[in-house]
């Protein structure tokens, strides 16, 4: 069961680990604030396939469902729960892009998948530990990969999937999977 956000300022130390100097908490509370500023959807995301843009729109929203978790009474319950609903969630768009890049003959479809497998592997090895100090790095990995991936390999199939209606009507008629609103 999770929780709406309480004080997550306990929670959050130093947040940018780019940035050598160091980040107080409530600089980083702001931060992560701005990163998860995301809606209303932001056409500057959008790949053009509804399907896909809904999924990541939905993704998003776990994230930022995922940054609330973080200041629950009992973080822990609610982290493993929200990280539990992201993955489902995330395998599911997986599998729909990845079928919807093989129907359209996508050139580049391995190397988009081995992404897809890097960032499976990195968050299941990550998931394990559902401590709000681990969540807040899972945290900032996860904002600032799918907005990259969205804004970059996304993109780079649009053009190409674009060129097969059928692909797109394919995946399109993939059900969403039901995510209950956390």
Same mark, same amino acid.
Request: one cysteine or more; charged letters at 25%.
């Given at each position: 069961?999770?929780?709406?956000?309480?004080?997550?300022?306990?929670?959050?130390?130093?947040? #940018?680990?780019?940035?050598?100097? !160091?980040?107080?908490?409530?600089?980083? +509370?702001? +931060?992560?604030?701005? +990163? @998860?500023? *995301?809606? !209303? *959807?932001?056409?500057?995301?959008?790949?053009?396939?509804?399907?896909?843009?809904?999924?990541?729109?939905?993704?998003?929203? @776990?994230?930022?469902?995922?940054?609330?978790?973080?200041?629950?009474?009992?973080?822990?319950?609610?982290? &493993?729960?929200?990280?539990?609903?992201?993955?489902?969630?995330?395998?599911?768009?997986?599998?729909?892009?990845?079928?919807?890049?093989?129907?359209?003959?996508?050139?580049? @479809?391995?190397?988009?998948?081995?992404?897809?497998?890097?960032?499976?592997?990195?968050?299941? @090895?990550?998931?394990?530990?559902? &401590? !709000?100090?681990?969540?807040?790095?899972?945290? &900032?990995?996860?904002?600032? *990969? *799918?907005?990259?991936?969205?804004?970059?390999?996304? +993109?780079?199939?649009?053009?190409?999937?674009?060129?097969?209606? #059928?692909?797109?009507?394919?995946?399109?008629?993939?059900?969403?999977? !039901?995510?209950?609103?956390?």
């Amino acid at each position: 069961m999770l929780c709406p956000a309480g004080d997550i300022t306990a929670h959050f130390g130093r947040l #940018d680990h780019n940035n050598p100097s !160091p980040v107080t908490m409530n600089q980083g +509370k702001q +931060k992560f604030r701005d +990163k @998860l500023q *995301w809606e !209303p *959807w932001s056409d500057d995301l959008a790949i053009g396939i509804a399907s896909i843009d809904d999924d990541h729109r939905q993704i998003l929203r @776990l994230i930022g469902t995922l940054y609330d978790a973080v200041g629950c009474p009992d973080p822990q319950a609610a982290i &493993s729960d929200t990280m539990a609903t992201l993955t489902q969630y995330v395998e599911h768009h997986f599998r729909r892009e990845e079928t919807l890049l093989e129907l359209a003959r996508f050139s580049a @479809l391995e190397a988009h998948r081995s992404v897809h497998d890097t960032f499976r592997d990195y968050v299941r @090895l990550q998931a394990q530990d559902d &401590s !709000p100090q681990n969540a807040t790095q899972l945290l &900032s990995y996860l904002i600032n *990969w *799918w907005v990259g991936h969205i804004a970059t390999d996304d +993109k780079f199939y649009r053009e190409q999937v674009l060129l097969h209606p #059928d692909a797109i009507a394919i995946a399109e008629a993939i059900p969403p999977m !039901p995510c209950r609103q956390q």
